[in-house]
């Protein structure tokens, strides 16, 4: 294919691409930040080019469900010992007392640069507005305008202490929608009573609906098998219509409903067409934890919810924070995660996988329209050591180059061994 006169404007062109699924190599022609072309061979040159050699090129992963708040401070001002949400909450508690707005604002940007350099171009973040300057929210608004550049930050208001946990938490989540949060979010599962977690929900879309925003709620993070706020979830989403707007995040309370409910429950979910966030990495250790054996696994019916046709994607969660002191924000690791954890071993369920921290995200963060390698989106792809998305899982393949907004951001060799033996 010959682009007639546009040997000038082509900013930079990607040569032998191997597309998601695709059978033949393609050529990627980009222009003013978006995707100009995608043909087998493009005739024409540009300011600068990239020999991608049949790697596969993706659209950029999507971090659905991360705290950039809490990011980076594991052990301070202490260890979880314990490895409990509760404990979690409980350091957490003690550690916000002391955050600034620096203090956040620097630690979410080294979070976002290291996810940004393995591909995450699209982050959903929680803020917790449990703290009464709103420091962390406040923060992470900042952050979201000053990266808006080269990645997109979604900021959720996050009532990590409950709504109802005490007097004036209710003000400052309004308080941080006034703000400008994206979303609003709940805890239902950590109010003080079963109550207060239903009226909690309702609260929820109230404000979701006075302020236009998205909802995203930590749902049912619990192994008690009757923690059961995701009916109450699912059942407000249908009746109010917002339906895809709506995200329940963890629900791990699922994995331990016996069968009977959970199929009901299903109907219910399929009809409310609301999103579901796993979080395979930290639910496989904070869950179980009072188990003796067997031991629960704790992590939502992905593979389930996948087979009814939901809508579910992968988060990270944590990366060193008290909930959990490992991770890299690596999106590989995570599908990996959920492969073995909700046995998803099949071809198609390992690719399922792929699409749950791809375009599944994008879909929650309700930014797909702009999402994708077409021709007049915006140019954000990324360009991975591998062949496939199974193989790319299946080794942690390194991602090569990152496109963000047409503009070459961050390029990274993959390791290399060099062989002594026989
Ligand atoms: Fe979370």
Request: with cysteine; glycine share 8%.
């Amino acid at each position: 294919m010959t682009i007639e006169g546009t040997t000038e404007g082509i900013d930079l062109i990607l040569r032998q691409c191997r597309l998601v699924g695709a059978p033949d190599l393609v050529d990627i022609a980009i222009s003013d930040g978006r995707i100009y072309a995608i043909s087998p061979r493009l005739e024409v040159l540009a300011a600068q080019e990239l020999a991608i050699a049949g790697r596969l090129v993706s659209p950029p992963f999507v971090e659905s469900h991360i705290h950039l708040d809490s990011a980076l401070t594991a052990g301070q001002p202490r260890w979880n010992q314990s490895g409990t949400l509760f404990e979690g909450i409980d350091i957490w508690r003690d550690r916000k007392q002391s955050l600034t707005l620096e203090d956040v604002k620097t630690r979410a940007i080294a979070t976002l640069k290291q996810q940004a350099q393995q591909g995450v171009l699209f982050v959903r973040t929680h803020a917790d507005v449990s703290e009464p300057n709103l420091i962390a929210l406040q923060a992470l608004l900042e952050v979201r305008d000053a990266v808006k550049d080269w990645i997109t930050v979604q900021v959720v208001a996050f009532p990590q202490d409950g709504i109802y946990g005490s007097d004036g938490n209710d003000a400052l989540l309004e308080t941080a929608l006034k703000l400008g949060a994206d979303a609003v979010g709940g805890i239902p599962h950590y109010e003080m009573t079963r109550e207060d977690g239903v009226q909690s929900v309702h609260r929820i879309f109230e404000l979701a609906h006075r302020y236009d925003t998205l909802i995203d709620i930590h749902c049912d993070e619990i192994d008690d098998d009757q923690s059961r706020f995701l009916e109450v979830v699912a059942a407000s989403a249908t009746r109010s219509g917002l339906g895809a707007r709506v995200t329940a995040s963890h629900t791990t309370a699922l994995a331990s409903y016996n069968n009977a409910y959970a199929m009901k429950l299903m109907g219910l979910l399929a009809k409310s067409g609301i999103n579901f966030i796993a979080n395979p990495l930290i639910n496989i250790t904070l869950q179980g934890r009072t188990d003796t054996y067997p031991k629960r696994r704790g992590v939502t019916r992905v593979k389930e919810l996948w087979q009814q046709g939901l809508n579910v994607s992968l988060g990270h969660d944590c990366v060193q924070d008290p909930w959990y002191s490992l991770g890299t924000g690596n999106m590989l690791t995570v599908a990996a995660m959920a492969v073995h954890v909700c046995q998803m071993t099949g071809q198609a369920e390992i690719d399922a996988c792929y699409d749950m921290v791809t375009m599944n995200g994008a879909k929650t963060l309700k930014v797909e329209s702009d999402y994708g390698i077409a021709v007049g989106r915006p140019a954000n792809l990324i360009v991975l050591d591998a062949e496939t998305p199974y193989d790319a899982i299946r080794r942690t393949a390194t991602v090569t180059q990152v496109i963000s907004r047409g503009r070459l951001l961050v390029e990274t060799q993959p390791s290399v061994s060099t062989w002594y033996g026989n």
